[in-house]
């Protein structure tokens, strides 16, 4: 398949495809002989999709470079200590959403009534 066609097919757009490329995560074939053409196989096709599952899963595209280049069998130790450091950075990450999201309850609350004077929400982000 043509780039466009691996782009569309991987669910990204093509100029993606050729950042991936630039960044070492996905390969670039040589030019065909049907007018250098360059064509993709079922192999990037399946490399673009485990990217894209990375990104999804919070993997840095540094850290999916790592993953790219562990074997599938004898990386496992590597390939576990990353997924680790990846759950304890999603779950500071957590931490840090909820406690947002429970100041924004607690303002949203304050606000609501019919109290006067300023509105907490828009006195909390004034500076």
Do not use: H, N, W
């Not at 990386?75 to 429970?102: F, H, N, S, V, Y």
């Amino acid at each position: 398949m043509k780039i466009g066609e691996l782009a569309e097919a991987g669910g990204v757009g093509v100029e993606t495809v050729r950042y991936y490329q630039r960044r070492g995560l996905l390969g670039v074939p040589e030019r065909g002989v049907d007018g250098g053409v360059r064509r993709y196989g079922p192999e990037d096709l399946r490399k673009l999709r485990f990217i894209r599952s990375a990104q999804a899963a919070g993997f840095t595209l540094d850290e999916i470079a790592a993953l790219v280049e562990m074997d599938s069998v004898a990386d496992r130790g590597p390939a576990r200590a990353l997924a680790l450091r990846r759950i304890e950075a999603l779950d500071a990450k957590i931490a840090e959403l909820t406690l947002a999201r429970d100041g924004l309850e607690r303002l949203a609350r304050r606000c609501g009534g019919e109290a006067s004077g300023a509105c907490p929400i828009l006195s909390a982000f004034d500076p």
